[in-house]
């Protein structure tokens, strides 16, 4: 396949929706001759923070001289950014070159059942047929590139849940991170944080770490043997980034906001464990590692000086903000509220919000409208999404609600807020609304 045929492939795929469970992605594992087992895991999952944790345990593994792969899902700016090597996207043309050899792999077992099933009556439906969802595919795709690129350590993201999470099907595990968990999925995962805990807690095979957690939940990690991750104590901050004390020594990272403490926290702690279990990662490593880590959308404050730098083509008027902040849930809207009132205080906000229809859009709303001056809604590019008119009334009903208004798309929201004089236009809401803000890649086939 070419990339796009790739791309065409997968996303046709994903129109079959979602099956949860993991014994069809341990039998593809086994299809492909078990990649996981070439690599060293650590396995990540949570409500909140699971992307920066990767960020950042990436970031220093690549500073120790780990040739690294990282799976994070769902990609935010480009498809590639799924599957990292070193803290960089794989090419287009070996995203090609993978999504070949996992769709070939699938469609041989499915022929193959097809011949030996075809006549048996007493068969059921998940023997006669071999198709495994678009994630599945995605999460074999990046242990068979990671394993085939000679990666020697793997950090990899789980989806949704731990549980039936396609990657949970892997062999093995050096080490399991739990971020920060809240409500969220509480359709399929729980409506209580111990009964959340308890889904994302049996990714846990040997040595864990947490950070500190709702009641409920942290009992549930404790009785798995999770140890919960030291404080770190903030020393210093600017729209630079902060500085902080951990067990008593000095780090520096570029992430903004309060909770990103607690993630550099969690992933300082993890870093100990795998240190204490043979890894070579000095503390020069560590601190280089940290200080370097980025994780795009994620309070991300752009300005007319670092926009040239940035993977964004937007325009941002002398002397005023563009924050871009993928809250799409409680937590992460609480976060964001935290974060503008600390670095913010005082700012003229314009907010461009958009949201998906299955997210508690409602909460969202209520704890940030009342930050804002005014609020363009838009309809985020996905078959899931709340349409602008709808998420429109949720912002009016909220008390303190300012003017609401819709608009086409996110950079017309962001260029009539500029337009309106604000200092600073937040985007804020689902992950899918910030590829229309990213750079074009030219020449793909």
Not at 71 to 76: A, K, L, M
Not at 79 to 107: C, H, Q, W
Not at 151 to 173: P, S
Not at 228 to 252: D, I
């Amino acid at each position: 396949m070419f990339y796009r045929e790739a791309l065409d492939f997968i996303r046709n795929i994903e129109r079959a929706g979602s099956d949860y469970g993991i014994e069809r992605m341990r039998e593809f594992l086994l299809l492909l001759g078990e990649p996981d087992r070439k690599l060293k895991i650590v396995h990540v999952a949570g409500t909140n923070g699971k992307g920066s944790v990767c960020a950042f345990l990436t970031s220093v593994l690549v500073a120790a001289g780990y040739k690294t792969g990282t799976y994070n899902s769902p990609s935010v700016l480009d498809y590639n950014e799924r599957f990292l090597i070193d803290g960089k996207p794989l090419s287009d043309g070996d995203v090609a070159k993978y999504m070949t050899v996992v769709r070939e792999a699938a469609e041989k077992e499915n022929a193959r059942r097809a011949a030996l099933y075809s006549a048996d009556e007493c068969a059921s439906a998940r023997e006669r047929i071999f198709c495994p969802t678009a994630f599945e595919l995605e999460t074999a795709l990046a242990l068979v590139a990671f394993a085939d690129k000679g990666c020697e350590a793997c950090v990899l993201e789980t989806g949704l849940g731990g549980r039936w999470d396609a990657t949970n099907a892997v062999a093995e595990k050096e080490l399991a991170v739990i971020t920060k968990i809240g409500l969220d999925h509480c359709a399929l995962l729980g409506n209580t944080y111990a009964e959340i805990a308890a889904e994302k807690a049996d990714i846990i095979r040997d040595a864990a770490v947490t950070c500190v957690q709702e009641n409920g939940a942290a009992e549930v990690l404790a009785s798995k043997g999770a140890v919960v991750a030291a404080e770190a104590q903030g020393t210093g901050k600017s729209l630079e980034g902060q500085r902080f004390v951990w067990k008593g020594k000095p780090y520096e990272i570029s992430l903004k906001g309060r909770h990103q403490l607690v993630n550099a926290a969690l992933a300082l702690e993890a870093l100990q464990r795998l240190s204490e279990k043979g890894w070579h990662i000095d503390e020069k490593a560590v601190r280089e590692g940290m200080k370097r880590a980025v994780w795009h959308v994620r309070f991300e404050v752009l300005d007319g000086d670092n926009i040239a730098d940035s993977p964004y083509d937007v325009n941002i008027p002398k002397d005023k903000l563009l924050v871009l902040d993928g809250a799409h849930n409680p937590q992460g809207a609480l976060a964001l509220k935290e974060s503008l009132e600390e670095y913010l205080h005082g700012a003229d906000i314009i907010g461009v919000q958009g949201m998906f229809a299955d997210k508690d859009f409602g909460s969202v709303c209520a704890t940030l409208s009342p930050l804002m001056r005014k609020i363009y809604c838009v309809t985020p590019p996905s078959p899931r999404a709340l349409p602008a008119e709808e998420l429109a009334k949720a912002v009016v009903s909220c008390d303190g609600a300012p003017e609401t208004v819709t608009a086409q798309s996110v950079r017309e929201g962001i260029e009539r807020a500029f337009a309106d004089g604000c200092d600073c236009a937040v985007v804020y809401g689902s992950l899918s609304l910030f590829g229309q803000l990213a750079r074009q890649r030219a020449g793909r086939t």
